[in-house]
């Protein structure tokens, strides 16, 4: 059942004509300045236009903290005042230039100072007190934003979400928690210490708000002993961290943005799924705080805030350890790279000895993405097989820069070289990647005249020691002038340079394949900068944007700067060209270094 006593209320429920507040001497006065007005209908406006609203979402603001007051109908209010205020004087304001029926006839809630009984909300007047004063700079501040506001505010959506006008589902609410005893109080204030000057709450500080007033609780059945100054440092610790786009980034990809990041770790222990609402986490938490059996706890044996906290502890631990250990990094990053669920990482690791996790983990890796036999990559095509070629593609990265990572390990001594050559995983999913082909495909020539330009542009930089090339600069140079000049290509003058030049550079004739052999990961900014443009050009801009410090996955750089090739195979690698010889060296380094987490053919 819900604890009448904590519970989510929403705002209209304070709209029956029988809630009274009360705020005692010892209570400063209503002080919130205009930011802090503005901030507010800001907040309630942005939730009440925003589209993607789902059902169940609402907007929470900060407790509201009472007490009964004896033998009387009003609440005390020991927290939440300047918000009530607030709140009650746009609640008058709607009421009054409302035409809707339902909400001119609801009563809003009453407010009474013990220091300023006669003070009028619905009229404040500026100069009688100082409290009266503040009130009166709110409503104009309330007043005047809505005249900005004429032309685009829809005032429906604001009666929808705070007088739930049309049966509106999502609203907005505020914690309501009555205090019994000082240890409540206690609690309230520790919790509004750690969130002091926000106006709304997240998902995250919800659930702290259950962990801080449960600090204090002890029963004979279920002992509570978080000590609140261990658990405020804990929780800080484990934000400040999953702030690094570093560590955060091998946790999770682009498309999982929740309020904030620690909600990874409630959203992991709840098992929530990509089908659940927002708020499903902290509903789960909120079951344990009012002692609901759930099954979500009861598989992971927690028992009370206590244990949860401590099973939250050994989850971040655990992912810290993936961070931290290389082999565990690569492998464990490359899974959730391709949305093999957290959840399900976990569950397979659970009690395998660290000596065994990695051999584990390339399993897991060959039964969950890289399910290919050996001999089948070679006829991988960028056409028909391009999601596979990337799951190739980015495994020959990780699985290089972890080679390299083991070799230094070996020849560095009294050296902590773990994040030597640790893949990027953020820079890797915050920036597009894409495949591209190393060596342009002669069966794709350019028609649009801006194409043209664009690739002929790269021509004049490129060196050749063919005794053609100097009369083809010439041409290239005229045509980009006469292209400038008519935006015609008269006489299709464009496709015999192209074919003079591809037959020079790329002059064998596997230089269209569209196999696994020629292709690789660039980042979309080289991609669409140099799109079928020679591999002369490629290998400039990729020289050019690795000295400027821009990730370029290790492969790519290899490939480009011809790490692959031998110095005394046909000297290829002090040439601007990509031959077959390239090709062949370059796809069986592919294979050294994927071949033994790959399917062997059946005999």
Known sequence: ME????????????LDGNHHFFIPSYQRGYRWDKKQVEDLLKDIWDFAKDDTKKKGDFYCLQPIVVKQKINSTEWIVIDGQQRLTTLLLILEYIKKISSTPFVKQSSAYEIKYETRPVLDFSNPVIDTDIDSFHVYQAKEVIENWYSAKANEIRFSLLEDVLFLNNNSISQVKAIWYVAENNNDLDAIRTFNNLNK??????????????????????????????????????????????????????LVNKDYNPATRIDVLFDFITQKSKNDDGDFAYRKFQELYDGIDSDVWKNIDVVNFTSAWRKIKEVYHTFVYWYEEPTLYHY?????????????????????????????LRKLITEWVLHYEVND??????????????????????????????????????????????????????????????GSRKDNPLTEIKDKKVWLSYIPDIKSDHKDWPEILKDTKLLITELNDTNKDKDFKFKSIYEKVTGILQGNSNDSKDTIENLTLLDSGTNRGYQNALFASKRQSIIERDSKGVFIPPCTRNLFLKYYTRSDEDASQWR????????????????????SILIKPSI
């Open 332 to 360: 464990i990053g490359y899974l959730i790279n391709y949305n093999v669920p957290l959840q399900k990482i976990y569950n397979e690791c659970k009690g395998i000895s660290k000596r065994d996790l990695g051999t584990k």
């Open 377 to 438: 990559i070679d006829e991988f095509t960028y056409t028909e097989k391009k999601s596979d070629c990337h799951k190739i593609l980015l495994f020959f990265n990780i699985q290089s820069c972890l080679v390299h990572q083991n070799n230094l390990n070996k020849i560095v001594e009294n050296i902590d070289t773990k994040s030597y050559y640790k893949f990027p995983f953020d820079l890797f999913k915050i920036y597009s990647w894409d495949i591209e082909h190393v």
């Open 576 to 595: 601007n060209i990509w031959n077959d010889n390239d090709r062949e060296k370059y796809l069986k380094a592919i294979h050294n270094s994927i071949d």
């Open 197 to 250: 000057g926000k106006i709304r709450l997240t998902n995250a500080e919800l659930i702290k708000a259950l962990f801080i007033l449960r600090a204090n609780v002890k029963n004979e059945e279920k002992t509570e002993d978080i000590a609140l100054s261990e658990f405020s440092f804990e929780w800080n610790e484990i934000e400040n961290s999953l702030q690094d786009d570093r560590f955060w980034y091998f």
């Open 3 to 14: 604890n009448p006593n904590f519970r989510l209320k929403a705002i209209a429920d304070f």
